[in-house]
């Protein structure tokens, strides 16, 4: 599976993935099938969506 990523938020934060959440929950408001995934190497949270393409 391939993705997009839309925008990235440090897990660091005081307030955990809320922010990632609400940043997607928008983005599926708008009609786009966004997510929240967790990127350990990074120590991000990443919104994303699928673009359907294989690596």
């Known amino acids: 599976m391939s993705a997009k990523v839309l925008e990235r938020f440090p ?3 005081p307030r955990g993935s809320w922010p990632a959440e609400e940043y997607a929950a928008r983005r599926r408001a708008e009609g786009e099938p966004a997510t929240v995934v967790m990127d350990l190497k ?3 949270f990443l919104v994303v969506v699928r ?3 294989d690596d």
């Open 42 to 44: 990074s120590d991000a």
């Open 11 to 13: 897990a660091g934060s």
């Open 51 to 53: 673009t359907g393409e």
